[in-house]
């Protein structure tokens, strides 16, 4: 059985959870987010908590018991704070720019890279060098967070390119350093 499953979801105050049509709907100040529902697990719904159970013992049932009860944490804590993200540029003459619902990068190519912020994702640039990437649904932040490091991502010997604030970057000696 699924140790995190078997918790209990609170509902803060001013979030209203619904089920119907095989969606699960969370709304809140923020915003409303949606999930599909499986015949694996069951969801009730009481006035503060809401409960995940499996239907059955098969593995799958197991595996979306513990899956539902935090995809649907995660969008509860999504529409009440919201998630986000910092990435910071390393590199001479790197440096990021917003216009309008683009993300402008230089980042050392020979051209510069408009990057295409999606809907329900606001990025904010808070120096040439600091993004912040945020929204209310945890796995769009993170998947244009990831997207964005894409582009270039941080080298191991001089740290140049694209980073998240909370990563370390193992660095490498060069040529000269391993010779005596």
Do not use: F, W
Not at 57 to 73: F, K, P, Q
Not at 80 to 95: A, D, E, F, Q, W
Not at 104 to 131: A, M, Q, R, W
Not at 132 to 147: D, L, P, T, Y
Request: glycine residues 12%.
């Amino acid at each position: 059985m699924s140790r995190i499953g078997k918790l209990p979801i609170d509902l803060p105050k001013g979030v209203e959870v619904s089920q119907a049509n095989g969606l699960i709907t969370v709304k809140g100040p923020k915003g409303t987010l949606t999930q599909k529902e499986r015949t694996e697990v069951a969801i009730e719904i009481d006035k503060n908590e809401i409960h995940v159970t499996r239907t059955d013992d098969s593995n799958e049932s197991n595996a979306y018991h513990g899956l539902y009860r935090m995809l649907i944490h995660n969008m509860i804590e999504g529409v009440t704070k919201g998630y986000s993200k910092s990435l910071t540029i390393n590199g001479v003459g790197y440096r990021a720019d917003l216009k309008g619902n683009l993300l402008v990068l230089t980042l050392g190519y020979s051209s510069i890279i408009e990057y295409v912020i999606p809907k329900g994702i606001e990025i904010t640039c808070e120096s040439p060098n600091k993004i912040k990437v945020s929204g209310i649904n945890k796995q769009q932040v993170g998947q244009v967070s990831a997207e964005i490091r894409g582009l270039r991502g941080p080298e191991p010997y001089k740290g140049k390119g694209i980073k998240y604030d909370t990563e370390v970057i193992r660095r490498k000696v060069g040529k000269t350093g391993g010779k005596k």
